[in-house]
């Protein structure tokens, strides 16, 4: 093999060596690209689970918060039912005391009657 076809093979090595380096500079720039894109789509749905996250622990607070009004609304309702209960009884109990003929120096109370079919007006019992 004479140089001159030594130089001529050592220049077609170096050709398709700076075609391979071209080629893969160009599937470099294309993959770093393709990886900064997928950072943001990654960063995107980091942000998405930290919304849903937080979304998620409101939802909850406001579960409980009504939970909380509701078992107190429960506690009233329990704790005026128990007071109205013990009015009626109170009541009943005091009407019991005065009797048919009353003290005649405390106020009296009337009563109306049931209606009946007939008539359309109450009529107080004294």
């Known amino acids: 093999m004479s140089t001159l076809e030594k130089v001529q093979l050592l ?28 950072q943001m789509h990654n960063d995107e749905l980091k942000s998405y689970t930290t919304d849903y996250s937080k979304n998620n622990r409101l939802i909850e607070e406001g579960i409980i918060s009504a939970l909380s009004r509701l078992e107190q609304l429960e506690d009233l309702a329990g704790q005026k039912a128990q007071e109205d209960e013990a009015e ?11 009797g048919p003929e009353g003290d005649q120096g405390s106020a009296q109370t009337s009563y109306t009657a049931p ?12």
């Open 11 to 38: 220049e077609e090595r170096i050709n398709k060596a700076i075609a391979l380096i071209e080629k893969l500079k160009s599937e470099n720039a294309s993959l770093k690209d393709e990886n900064e894109l997928l």
């Open 88 to 98: 009626q009884t109170f009541s009943f109990e005091e009407s019991e005391d005065a």
């Open 115 to 126: 209606e009946d079919e007939d008539e359309d007006t109450d009529t107080p019992l004294y």
